[in-house]
């Protein structure tokens, strides 16, 4: 049988220590009748030999962003991944470990986690930053819950350029528990300042601002960050992408209260969609209002540095129903990736990764504008990506560029911008690629 | 202890390489000056054998299974194949991005697809959902699910979740997240849920109720078809948590036995490594009514074809994830249950039961084990309170007198009604000899409790640090490196 040691004999020789004659006999507080009779139906069992087949065969039928030329973003990048990140993040002792609660033999995990939440806080300009949560989306979802704990207001603000999948998995979270959402409309790629103005009151509790927005447009979060605090309690909640901090203003200059983000860019694959990872970092003053799993340094019995879990009078293995969050298990090991990542890119990888990122996009945007009937969808300066008006519908595009193995971006119909694409660039974009799609969508000008 | 990466920082030093870019455009004619950041990241500057070597010393003081035997109640800390982490690091599904045409990812909808029904069929279930993406996250999904419900229903009373006091902390904290409240009620003197206080709380606001099977303690909940038919007889809805789905896999189907929700971990019971703390996945199972309300898109099949199905859009809670949950979690849970077949689902829940009675039995004249009188399912709780009375030792030092013989310690104080509880999981894939050295090791640590109490108090004193203050990491909150 895979993966069980105890031969037959050994499972006899434990039946007869234990005292029963056959398993069975184990089970008599179980009702006879939930007893199955019958196997599940399940495929007969593959060996290694087989699955691999089978895996191989199903992976095939999958078109990869390495054979196409994919300008896909809107939340999840291919950014270019060392192969050193992998190599650590199989180790067994961090892959199979567990959540690092005994503090004594997870000095490896603990160490990582401070160095990571480091690393959070130094792109963010932030205090403190929490061990990480499950995505962006429910980062930002508890920050809004942080925001209405710490100041009891219950009127979260949100600027309506923010990814709308993040804003399906907020409603998810705040509806139910009292939190009103404002959602302040967008105003050509950009939220309303004015109509931000207009929902600012002393009942707020927080404006959530991403940016770049959801179009890849660079929100004024100075003047959305004076308009925050204009009411006395409001605090400021921004969700970034961490490659744009590399070269963009630290959240800290333009005084956010709370910094989320999607973390999957700093060296984890796309997988899908998943696994993500989201972080969350903060001032120093709404430490304790976190949620999830927080590192801090301290010392042994012998005096020498080492690290634990802290402020665990937050969580819910403590605090039960009164706990920060539910958040248990998070993304540990994405978070990793994103440690040996930042670590090996340092400050220049991270800000050249950054530079060709935003030079190729803007490249790529000039000459796809130079088209007859393409045009930026929005004046707004941009980082990574940005949103093209089209001469045909989105939809058209992508479907037909498929038979070139080209995937041109994402169809903005579906988020309310008919003839719309949302185009994403990084550093792994050679001028050529660039090329490409630009003379591919050239069968669509009029 | 090991220096940070921060001190190891060289000014100039690379780890990286990155082709030269090979687009000219100035910084400044893409961010307005205004948006560039004024100070530079502060990032250490190190080369790629300074990171190898720096992030292989931290694994070196880690604790993993492939270096010994993790006893973790609740956690079903099982070795799992390789082979998974080799096929899931396929370009074809590392590189695939969520938006992509449906044609671009047959192979991944297909797994999908394929996933949700066989865990539908091995838990009794209807349809699963993939989104959530940990234990609690799952539970969050699920209570959402009993309020989409009771919403659809107009029962707009309903304002409570009861649950036993042997649940996982989750539980509660889950309940608080979704604006329900709590309901506590007292398991009885065989470690079941106490059928007459629960008969008490039970009343028209009552939503629903939360149920770990085998609970706890390890052990079965047999009474559940009566709890069911008193939930069910106010019209609440029956959730069990699935951590401990692995005592029970191919034995008995939850969905048949009068749950009506359930989450699985994947990164327990379905072969992902635990990672130090994710990335695991917390699919739900539900009954056919309930489909509806489950997170959008589900994965559909016609044809040939496999798609993202968001037909049920409309009626759903909403969603809980960005994209579709942890695809490559799923991947590992999908590889797993065909390379082990029916039979050998069955067999994983049997050796689990069996090595847990095994250890169980074998310790009971060393420890007190309130429940030995009962067969306990895939886990159990022992007790330290003999050595507590007789020699004045905590659970907590015999725990971290455990680190020192080479293993992890049990789950420690949980569940909260027994004293000084240890909470035993063996899990299946351990041999008899690792459990007889186990064995062997912890009646050793009973006998240093009357001998040498000093070795216990000072414990840990093999570890790469000796006891970790807690306390003063509170005290003085140091949270990040400074340089």
């Known amino acids: 049988m895979p993966f069980i040691s105890n031969t037959d004999k050994e499972r006899k020789e434990m039946l007869a220590a234990i005292g029963v004659k056959k398993f069975e006999d184990l089970l008599i507080n179980i009702p006879q009748k939930f007893l199955l009779e019958e196997d599940c139906c399940l495929d007969e069992p593959h060996s290694e030999l087989e699955i691999t087949r089978k895996i191989s065969e199903l992976a095939a039928k999958n078109i990869s962003t390495t054979k196409a030329n994919s300008f896909l973003g809107g939340g999840i990048y291919d950014h270019f991944i060392p192969a050193a990140v992998d190599h650590i993040i199989l180790r067994p002792e961090f892959h199979s470990a567990y959540t690092p609660y005994q503090a004594e033999v997870s000095q490896g995990t603990l160490q990582y986690i401070y160095e990571y939440q480091t690393m959070i806080c130094e792109l963010t300009g932030m205090e403190i930053s929490n061990a ?32 709308p999948n993040y804003l399906e998995v907020i409603k998810s979270y705040t509806v139910g528990v009292g939190i009103e959402l404002v959602l302040i409309p967008a105003k050509n790629g950009l939220v309303d300042l004015n109509a931000l103005q207009e929902a600012i009151d002393d009942n707020t509790s927080c404006v959530l601002l991403q940016t770049p927005n959801f179009f890849g447009n660079i929100e004024d979060a100075f003047a959305i960050e004076e308009i925050t605090h204009s009411s006395k309690k409001a605090l400021f909640i921004n969700c970034v992408d961490p490659i744009s901090l590399a070269v963009m203003n630290s959240p800290a200059e333009y005084k956010a209260d709370i910094v989320v983000g999607e973390g999957q860019s700093l060296g984890n694959s796309q997988n899908y969609g998943g696994p993500l990872f989201g972080f969350l970092a903060s001032s120093i003053k709404l ?31 403590i605090r039960r129903a009164k706990a920060t969050s539910n958040i248990c298990s998070n993304e540990a090991l994405c978070n990793l990736a994103a440690t040996v990542y930042m670590t090996l890119m340092g400050k220049e990888g991270l800000k050249e990764v950054a530079m060709q990122s935003t030079t190729k996009a803007h490249y790529l945007a000039e000459e796809i504008n130079k088209l007859a009937g393409f045009s930026l969808a929005f004046d707004a300066a941009f980082f990574k990506e ?34 719309m694409l949302l185009v994403a660039v990084t550093e792994k974009k050679r001028k050529c690629d660039l090329d490409e799609l630009v003379n591919s969508l050239k069968e669509f000008s009029r | 202890m090991a220096k940070t990466i921060f001190e190891k920082h060289s000014e100039g030093r690379k780890g990286y390489t990155l082709p030269t870019n090979d687009v000219e455009i100035s910084l400044n004619r893409c961010i307005p000056e205004k948006f560039q950041r004024k100070e ?103 209570l959402k699910i009993m309020k989409a419900y009771h919403d659809h229903k107009g029962n707009s009373h309903k304002k409570k979740i009861i649950l036993p006091d042997s649940a996982h902390g989750t539980n509660p904290a889950s309940v608080t997240l979704v604006g329900y409240e709590m309901v506590e009620i007292k398991s009885n003197e065989k470690g079941l849920v106490g059928i007459e206080d629960l008969k008490a709380h039970v009343n028209d606001e009552t939503a629903g109720f939360m149920l770990t099977n085998p609970n706890t303690l390890g052990l079965f909940e047999s009474q559940v078809e009566e709890i069911a038919e008193i939930i069910h007889s106010v019209d609440g809805l029956m959730y069990m948590d699935g951590a401990n789905f692995n005592a029970i896999m191919g034995l008995v189907k939850p969905g048949e036995n009068g749950f009506d929700i359930m989450h699985f971990n994947l990164h ?73 077949g029916p039979k050998g689902l069955r067999r994983v829940a049997e050796n689990a039961v069996i090595n847990a009675n095994y250890i169980q039995k074998k310790l009971e004249n060393y420890y007190d084990i309130p429940f030995k009188d009962s067969f306990c399912m895939h886990e159990f709780v022992a007790s330290g309170s003999w050595q507590k009375e007789k020699h004045g030792i905590k659970t907590l030092d ?60 000072n414990a840990p004193l093999n570890t790469p640090v000796k006891r970790v203050d807690d306390t003063l990491a509170v005290r003085q909150l140091n949270v990040k490196f400074e340089w």
Do not use: W
């Open chain 1, 386 to 419: 940005f949103a093209v008006k089209t001469p045909v519908s989105a939809e058209e595009i992508i479907s037909r560029l498929k038979a070139k193995t080209i995937f041109p971006g994402i169809d903005l119909k579906p988020f309310g911008y008919d003839n």
């Open chain 2, 40 to 142: 530079e990241v502060k990032l250490p500057e190190v080369s790629e054998l300074d990171v190898m070597r720096h992030f292989l010393e931290l694994s070196q003081m880690n604790h993993c299974i492939e270096k010994g035997f993790y006893p973790l109640g609740s956690c079903t800390m099982k070795y799992n194949p390789k082979i998974n982490e080799t096929l899931v690091r396929n370009d074809g599904f590392n590189n695939l991005h969520p938006l992509q045409d449906e044609d671009t990812v047959q192979g991944a909808l297909e797994i999908l697809y394929e996933l949700q029904k066989d865990l539908a069929e091995i838990s009794g279930f209807s349809n699963v959902t993939l989104q959530p993406v940990a234990g609690a996250h799952g539970e969050f999904t699920g």
């Open chain 2, 268 to 340: 327990k019971t379905f072969a992902t490594p635990h990672g130090g703390g994710g990335p695991g996945a917390g699919p739900i199972g539900v009954r056919e009514d309930l489909i509806k309300f489950l997170p959008a898109p589900l994965i559909g099949k016609k044809d040939d074809k496999y798609f993202l199905d968001y037909t049920h859009e409309k009626t759903s809670f909403g969603k809980v994830h960005s994209f579709f949950g942890n695809f490559a979690v799923n991947i590992k849970a999908y590889i797993y249950l065909k390379m082990l």
């Open chain 1, 132 to 163: 990480g949560m499950y995505d962006g989306a429910s980062a930002a979802a508890e920050a809004i819950l942080m925001a209405t704990r710490k100041n009891k207001n219950f009127k979260a603000v949100i600027a309506g350029t923010l990814n």
């Open chain 1, 287 to 317: 430490g304790r209002s976190m949620p999830g799993r927080i590192v801090g340094a301290t010392l042994d019995a012998d005096g020498k540095r080492a690290y634990c879990l802290t402020l665990q009078a937050r969580e819910q293995h």
């Open chain 2, 398 to 457: 015999i725990a971290k007198r455990i680190l020192d013989k080479g293993y992890h310690a049990p789950t420690i104080y949980f569940p909260l009604i027994v004293h000084e509880a240890m909470m035993i999981e063996p899990t299946e894939t351990e041999s008899k000899e690792t459990l007889d050295e186990f064995i062997d090791a912890m009646i050793e640590i009973a006998k240093e409790c009357e001998e040498h109490p000093e070795l216990l108090k």
